[in-house]
């Protein structure tokens, strides 16, 4: 069981920046894939970016290139997501997920690529 949990989230104003950190546990974390995802009320969970196993593969949604940054720290079991730039429609339920069972080293793309999920973080931006 790989138990995930973000913080980090907040209010800001439009163009300031945010911090998330998300902690996996477990001993395997250094060969995890991981993303963050988002959802507003009423729609999908979308995935943001994600980050290789390896951290050598990002992929990030055109809506937040060269806006917001991922990283991971596998010393500390955690993963990071910089957000600069913030937009009033970059608001929502930050989640990160671990794809524990992700054997390429490349940063999935699917749902169903991630099988733990933490329970989210609010992202509010004001205009």
């Known amino acids: 069981q790989v138990h995930v949990v973000e913080s980090g989230g907040g209010s800001v104003q439009a163009g300031g920046s945010l911090r998330l950190s998300c902690e996996a546990s477990?001993?395997?974390?250094?060969?995890?894939?991981m993303g963050w995802f988002r959802q507003t009320s009423g729609k999908e969970r979308d995935l943001v970016t994600a980050?290789?196993?390896?951290?050598?593969?990002?992929y990030y949604a055109d809506s937040v290139k060269g806006r917001f940054t991922i990283s991971r720290d596998s010393a500390k079991n955690t993963v990071y997501l910089q957000l600069n730039s913030l937009k009033p429609e970059d608001t929502a339920v930050y989640y990160c997920a671990a794809a524990s069972s992700y054997l390429s080293d490349d940063a999935p793309l699917r749902l169903d690529d991630y099988d733990y999920w933490g329970q989210g973080t609010h992202v509010t931006v004001s205009s």
């Open positions: 477990g001993r395997s974390f250094g060969t995890y894939a």
């Open positions: 980050i290789s196993w390896s951290g050598g593969s990002t």
